[in-house]
């Protein structure tokens, strides 16, 4: 079974320094894995995905994200973080051997708060 | 882009009474469509996987006759929770992909906030 793990239920960093959001993920077979961001009483918002190629992906509003095999991680990065960016976020697997068929598996979350 | 509108935003019903969400796929043909459910400062929880013009296929522990979910149209797909109880309040969202395009990600409707009383 496909698992995603955050562990971190709140990062806080002060509004100009780096944010890191840390994912790990348990597939049986090759991840498809996704970011999505969430404001209070919203939907989930698309930030970016990694399929194949570059283990760097960059999304949108600055962020980006690094994929590493060995280590199956995806974290979430952005180099200077704004107080706009206070928010919920997700990490999501889908397991492409299809055992879970096209089910996203989300992560606990991480709320992120951007302090000015 | 892939837009996918969800009604109500907001619904406030009576404990016993019958609520239908709508989740709308406005730009694209929604082969798929998936209806999660999501609790306070928890992670979202999906209730069931619908496939235009099938049955759908419910979770685990997910009560099919509690949480009816129908998927006539390639845009359409409604949830309707049955005689609702305060326990039923939550945060409801749909998810839709069209064919083949699970790979591209899945757009999520913004949500409706269900509360029985």
């Known amino acids: 079974a496909q698992s995603v793990a955050q562990p971190e239920d709140q990062v806080n960093v002060a509004e100009g320094n780096p944010l890191t959001v840390k994912c790990t993920y348990s597939v049986s077979g090759n991840p498809y894995l996704f970011w999505y961001v969430q404001y209070p009483n919203r939907g989930l918002q698309f930030l970016l995905k990694y399929i194949t190629g570059d283990n760097l992906v960059k999304g949108s509003y600055g962020f980006e994200a690094e994929f590493n095999k060995s280590q199956t991680s995806f974290h979430l990065k952005k180099p200077s973080a704004l107080v706009s960016d206070s928010a919920l976020y997700f990490c999501?697997?889908?397991?492409?051997?299809?055992?879970?068929?096209?089910?996203?598996?989300f992560g606990g979350g991480t709320r992120v708060l951007v302090k000015p | 882009g892939a837009v996918v509108s969800q009604h109500p935003s907001r619904v406030i019903c009576k404990s016993g009474t019958s609520v239908k969400i709508e989740c709308r796929s406005l730009d694209f043909q929604a082969t798929t469509m998936f209806w999660y459910r999501q609790f306070p400062k928890q992670s979202l929880m999906l209730m069931a996987t619908?496939?235009?013009?099938?049955?759908?296929?419910?979770e685990q522990g997910v009560e099919k006759d509690k949480f009816l979910i129908n998927h006539a149209s390639l845009t359409l797909s409604t949830l309707t929770v049955t005689s609702a109880h305060p326990e039923d309040s939550s945060f409801y969202i749909c998810?839709?992909?069209?064919?083949?395009?699970?790979?591209?990600?899945?757009?999520f409707g913004s949500g409706t906030r269900l509360t029985v009383v």
């Open positions: 998810s839709a992909t069209p064919r083949g395009g699970f790979n591209y990600g899945y757009t």
């Open positions: 619908s496939n235009e013009g099938s049955k759908a296929t419910y």
């Open positions: 999501a697997v889908r397991d492409l051997t299809g055992a879970a068929g096209n089910k996203l598996t």
